[in-house]
T-cell receptor, first 111, second 114 residues
């Protein structure tokens, strides 16, 4: 059974701090996606990672992919309140066009 | 309008009603998707269409019936739903299948089945 596991599921952190969200998956894949969802809103694409070793950065967020370890990380640098949201990773297994989503990490950044 | 739009945004229906959800994408994409987002489950893929042909039916109950009349429009017809079908239904599109780009999601329809 294909599994995509995120941890932590809930993260409360102070503004200015750094933290990392982890996404582990159980199938071979070299395509991984990160999305953000604000309460009551749809999913917004953050990063598309398409190869082993891929690293992408946008503002205070940086995502990386290690296909050998079947692991992606989303690193938050100097968090600000506006980053409060739920973050999902999604894996596209090899030879498939399905996206398998993790359960999401709900991030709360406190002043 | 730009991106992916969905109507209605909110829907309350009884178990004997028939209703339809509509999705329209203005991105020139060839693939469209229906997802279900429940409170306590990961996002679940329901249906996938590529160039108006269904390529995936992910063991979805027959009370959900998709329709893709053209590459810009996708419908989800609902009939005799159950309370456990209450969820956020998200439509998405991507350039092609398989996609080397992300999927673009609509705002969703919040469905409540009484």
């Amino acid at each position: 059974e294909l599994k995509v596991e995120q941890n932590p599921l809930f993260l409360s952190m102070q503004e200015g701090k750094n933290y990392t969200i982890y996404c582990n998956y159980s199938t071979t894949s070299d395509r991984l996606y990160w999305y953000r969802q604000d309460p009551g809103k749809s999913l917004e694409s953050l990063f598309v990672l398409l190869s082993n070793g891929a690293v992408k950065q946008e503002g205070r967020l940086m995502a990386s992919l290690d296909t050998k370890a079947r692991l992606s990380t989303l690193h938050i640098t100097a968090a600000v309140h506006d980053l409060s949201a739920t973050y999902f990773c999604a894996v596209e297994p090899d030879s498939s066009y399905k996206l398998i989503f993790g359960s999401g990490t709900r991030l709360l950044v406190r002043p | 309008e730009t991106g992916v739009t969905q109507t209605p945004r909110h829907l309350v229906m009884g178990m004997t009603n028939k209703k339809s959800l509509k999705c329209e994408q203005h991105l020139g994409h060839n693939a469209m998707y229906w997802y279900k987002q429940s409170a306590k489950k990961p996002l679940e893929l329901m249906f996938v269409y590529s160039l108006e042909e269904r390529v995936e039916n992910n063991s979805v109950p027959s009370r959900f019936s998709p329709e893709c009349p053209n590459s810009s429009h996708l419908f989800l017809h609902l009939h005799t739903l159950q309370p456990e079908d209450s969820a956020l239904y998200l439509c998405a599109s991507s350039q092609d299948l398989p996609s080397t780009d992300t999927q673009y999601f609509g705002p969703g329809t919040r469905l409540t089945v009484l």
